[in-house]
């Protein structure tokens, strides 16, 4: 009978840190979730332009090969310069696709999202 009553005390308490646990978490997720929509959306605001970036982020900001060859002023482009041209670039697989028209386009691009044209196939952007 005590055995009994001891499993079942136990059980309670398992149950109640596996809750408590389970809430925590929660938590944790709603504010990882709340700081990385954050970081989206200034990623946005930045690539489109619709934001100056600070000097800290540009920190690290390496100026590419690939802008040197394109007859395109850094000033005429609003946001991070030449972000997706960069990003693209630096994809090996789609890299090897690119045209100098394809990249000179890219200098100009604000904004890139995939689209999927078959519900199983791959997407094209």
């Given at each position: 009978?005590?055995?009994?009553?001891?499993?079942?005390?136990?059980?309670?308490?398992?149950?109640?840190?596996?809750?408590?646990?389970?809430?925590?978490?929660?938590?944790?997720?709603?504010?990882?979730?709340?700081?990385?929509?954050?970081?989206?959306?200034?990623r946005q605001e930045l690539?489109?332009?619709?934001?100056?970036?600070?000097?800290?982020?540009?920190?690290?900001?390496?100026?590419?090969?690939?802008?040197?060859?394109?007859?395109?002023?850094?000033?005429?482009?609003?946001?991070?310069?030449?972000?997706?041209?960069?990003v693209l670039c630096n994809?090996?697989?789609?890299?090897?696709?690119?045209?100098?028209?394809?990249?000179?386009?890219?200098?100009?691009?604000?904004?890139?999202?995939?689209?999927?044209?078959?519900?199983?196939?791959?997407?094209?952007?």
């Open positions: 009978m005590a055995d009994a009553a001891l499993q079942d005390i136990l059980k309670a308490e398992l149950t109640a840190g596996v809750q408590l646990r389970n809430k925590n978490q929660q938590h944790i997720d709603a504010e990882h979730l709340a700081a990385t929509n954050r970081l989206y959306k200034r690539a489109s332009g619709k934001a100056t970036p600070i000097a800290e982020e540009l920190e690290g900001f390496k100026s590419s090969a690939h802008k040197q060859q394109l007859d395109v002023s850094a000033s005429s482009i609003k946001g991070v310069p030449y972000f997706w041209l960069n994809q090996d697989i789609i890299a090897e696709e690119l045209s100098s028209d394809d990249r000179l386009a890219l200098s100009y691009c604000t904004g890139v999202r995939a689209v999927y044209t078959k519900a199983d196939g791959p997407p094209t952007i």
